[in-house]
């Protein structure tokens, strides 16, 4: 199977002549027990993705990357009786265990067991299945690697859909939409009425948005420096937008004297800190973004038990996937949820450096590839 390898991190750009990924024929491994082979029918391109390229954040090379994705069963490890080849899957990037700690109070985005899997470049059963063709070990990205032809995963890193839903389409449901839907539904928990900003527009940015406009009575401001993508908030839902610059004077103008929620999907703790002086009392800064490991936040402390301020994390926007994915679908089946507005087109897989070279731009929004 061809599969595109980083061997490694930090190389410079332009990635289109640079070539950090290179793509290799890999043997398509068996599925052990409690794993599946998949077929990638469609693998999006995300920040997540490049923030390994570029080595901010630091993972266990060569690795296969890709994390996500949607595709078809293939074949099926001892144990999996649940799906059979010729299903529809969405892929997840946290394969949760459901029985650690986290999982057991009902936050499996945050299973403890599929951290360190994820982080060893393993699978939740057991050792990374990626070989070279001389035997040489390839480690799985978060559980997936899905820039590639075939994947073996865990059986719980898959949640199966229905027929109905386009491949290019399926694809963001595994990061982009759990993310940035999460953050406001179940990190944020939105109530009607209330107001957000949300910082970056991006697909994770603009899933909050899409998922704020579905709340009743909510104001949402979006934030961009780039306008095109201030223009798609406006159409994924967003009643007002504007670069950075101009965000003090939207809150002030359409949210009194504070947003009661502000999503930072940027990954810069300077926006971080810009978010956290537009709150109102009481008001809550959802943090999604990614940014680099040196980046640190100076802020007063006194804020926070002084007005009520709260700065919550969001992982995989404190998702479930069993329960979100069908649910969030529905709201898609439902016309509520636009996503076909975030897909800017459909690239063959050779052309994945150039991808990111486009995304670093902020020239796409979902770019998706196909072997």
Same mark, same amino acid.
């Given at each position: 199977?061809?599969?595109?390898?980083?061997?490694?991190?930090?190389?410079?750009?332009?990635?289109?002549?640079?070539?950090?990924?290179?793509?290799?024929?890999? #043997?398509?491994?068996?599925?052990?027990?409690?794993?599946?082979?998949?077929?990638?029918?469609?693998?999006?391109?995300?920040?997540?993705?490049?923030?390994?390229?570029?080595?901010?954040?630091?993972?266990?090379?060569?690795?296969?990357? +890709?994390?996500?994705?949607?595709?078809?069963?293939? /074949?099926?490890?001892?144990?999996?009786?649940?799906?059979?080849?010729?299903?529809?899957?969405?892929?997840?990037?946290?394969?949760?265990?459901?029985?650690?700690?986290?999982?057991?109070?009902?936050?499996?985005?945050?299973?403890?067991?599929?951290?360190?899997?994820?982080?060893?470049?393993?699978?939740?059963?057991?050792?990374?299945?990626?070989?070279?063709?001389?035997?040489?070990?390839?480690?799985?990205?978060?559980?997936?690697?899905?820039?590639?032809?075939?994947? @073996?995963?865990?059986?719980?890193?898959?949640?199966?859909?229905?027929?109905?839903?386009?491949?290019?389409?399926?694809?963001?449901?595994?990061?982009?939409?759990?993310?940035?839907?999460?953050?406001?539904?179940?990190?944020?928990?939105?109530?009607? +009425?209330?107001?957000?900003?949300?910082?970056?527009?991006?697909?994770?940015?603009?899933?909050? @948005?899409?998922?704020?406009?579905?709340?009743?009575? *909510? *104001?949402?401001?979006?934030? /961009?420096?780039?306008?095109?993508?201030?223009?798609?908030?406006?159409?994924? +839902?967003?009643?007002?937008?504007?670069?950075?610059?101009?965000?003090?004077?939207?809150?002030?103008?359409?949210?009194?004297?504070?947003?009661?929620?502000?999503?930072?999907?940027?990954?810069?703790?300077?926006?971080?800190?810009?978010?956290?002086?537009?709150?109102?009392?009481?008001?809550?800064?959802?943090?999604?973004?990614? #940014?680099?490991?040196?980046?640190?936040?100076?802020?007063?402390?006194?804020?926070?038990?002084?007005?009520?301020?709260?700065?919550?994390?969001?992982?995989?926007?404190?998702?479930?996937?069993?329960?979100?994915?069908?649910?969030?679908?529905?709201?898609?089946?439902?016309?509520?949820?636009?996503?076909?507005?975030?897909?800017?087109? *459909?690239?063959?897989?050779?052309?994945?450096?150039?991808?990111?070279?486009?995304?670093?731009?902020?020239?796409?929004?979902?770019?998706?590839?196909?072997?």
């Amino acid at each position: 199977m061809l599969s595109a390898v980083l061997h490694r991190a930090g190389a410079t750009r332009p990635y289109a002549n640079s070539n950090p990924l290179v793509l290799e024929d890999l #043997p398509v491994p068996d599925p052990r027990p409690g794993e599946v082979l998949i077929k990638i029918e469609r693998a999006s391109l995300c920040h997540s993705d490049l923030s390994v390229v570029d080595g901010s954040r630091e993972r266990p090379l060569p690795m296969a990357l +890709g994390h996500e994705a949607a595709g078809i069963v293939v /074949d099926t490890g001892a144990g999996v009786d649940d799906l059979v080849p010729g299903d529809r899957v969405v892929v997840v990037f946290v394969p949760s265990c459901g029985r650690c700690r986290s999982c057991a109070a009902g936050r499996p985005a945050l299973c403890h067991r599929a951290a360190e899997a994820n982080g060893r470049g393993d699978l939740l059963h057991g050792e990374a299945a990626l070989k070279t063709v001389d035997g040489r070990r390839i480690n799985h990205h978060l559980g997936v690697s899905a820039f590639s032809e075939y994947a @073996v995963v865990a059986r719980e890193s898959l949640v199966a859909i229905d027929n109905d839903v386009p491949w290019d389409v399926a694809a963001m449901f595994g990061c982009a939409a759990l993310t940035g839907i999460g953050a406001v539904l179940n990190t944020g928990d939105l109530h009607p +009425g209330q107001s957000i900003i949300v910082f970056g527009l991006g697909a994770v940015g603009l899933m909050a @948005v899409m998922a704020a406009a579905q709340v009743p009575g *909510t *104001t949402v401001i979006a934030i /961009d420096p780039l306008e095109e993508k201030q223009q798609l908030a406006l159409q994924c +839902g967003a009643g007002f937008a504007g670069p950075p610059e101009s965000a003090a004077a939207l809150v002030a103008e359409h949210a009194g004297q504070g947003v009661d929620m502000a999503v930072e999907a940027v990954g810069s703790a300077k926006v971080m800190e810009s978010c956290l002086g537009l709150l109102d009392r009481g008001g809550a800064l959802v943090s999604v973004g990614l #940014p680099h490991p040196d980046q640190q936040l100076n802020v007063q402390a006194l804020q926070f038990a002084g007005r009520g301020i709260r700065l919550l994390g969001s992982y995989m926007g404190d998702s479930v996937p069993a329960r979100d994915i069908p649910a969030y679908l529905q709201l898609w089946r439902d016309g509520k949820l636009p996503l076909e507005l975030l897909h800017t087109d *459909t690239k063959p897989l050779a052309e994945i450096n150039e991808g990111l070279d486009a995304l670093a731009d902020g020239r796409v929004v979902r770019r998706l590839f196909v072997a």
